[in-house]
């Protein structure tokens, strides 16, 4: 595929992006939406989606691509400026910044993969949910190569390469932090990722995936998690078993 992006480019470039946004003494977060106004010149908008689909929560506007949003307490197709970014409402609460954060990053993606490849083309931001039941329709928009590249480049920007690298040189002295089987932390581990997701305002769950993609994290056996940490057993075969 001629235009397809890689984590490593992804990486390269969202570090040399967002590097300006990071403000001063060490700041761990990125200020996603000063990048994108002042870096990306994207307009942001927040609406009240009128879509059926309600997962729906982030678009990228092409200028033709009309957009349901509620005006006047009523659906109406709105057609939003190229690279304008439209996000749903409610993410302005408190309690939804992390997914605003997220939604807004995500969308940037699409604004920098489509100026890459000299192209544009109208965007959802649907969030998947491995609880729902989805049609063929659904599942290509969802797991599409262009939502994987706009997924990627977001974790890029809010967890560029040398804030990771900082931020396990604060709690760690640079050193991976160990996890046992596929997702298993020590509650050491546990406080430390805390932490970080905290102060870099992004999921403990995004963090977790973003160090795996990294390679920043050393991995153990579970079994030795059961024996060291939990006291059960100790005689396990190479694959973990009971002897």
Request: charged content about 25%.
């Amino acid at each position: 595929m001629k235009n397809f992006l890689s984590r490593t480019e992804a990486d390269e470039l969202c570090d040399s992006l967002v590097r300006p946004f990071c403000g001063e003494g060490g700041i761990s977060r990125v200020d996603i939406d000063s990048f994108v106004k002042k870096a990306l010149r994207c307009p942001v908008f927040y609406e009240s989606f009128a879509e059926k689909d309600l997962d729906k929560i982030g678009f990228c506007g092409d200028g033709q691509t009309p957009l349901q949003v509620y005006r006047n307490g009523k659906p109406a197709a709105i057609v939003f400026p190229k690279e304008a970014i439209v996000l749903e409402s409610y993410l302005l609460r408190e309690d939804e910044q992390g997914r605003r954060r997220f939604t807004l990053a995500h969308e940037a993606g699409h604004v920098l993969a489509s100026r890459m490849c000299s192209s544009q083309a109208a965007g959802f931001h649907c969030p998947y949910d491995s609880a729902r039941i989805y049609n063929i329709g659904e599942l290509r928009e969802r797991l599409s190569i262009a939502e994987w590249q706009a997924n990627t480049l977001a974790a890029s920007l809010l967890m560029p390469r040398f804030l990771i690298k900082q931020e396990l040189e604060k709690y760690t002295g640079g050193e991976y932090l160990p996890v046992y089987g596929e997702r298993v932390f020590r509650p050491r581990e546990k406080e430390i990722l805390s932490e970080i997701s905290r102060t870099m305002e992004v999921s403990y769950t995004a963090l977790v995936i973003r160090l795996q993609t990294l390679g920043v994290l050393s991995r153990h056996p579970l079994s030795e998690y059961l024996f060291k940490e939990l006291g059960v057993g100790g005689d396990f075969d190479a694959d973990g078993h009971y002897n």
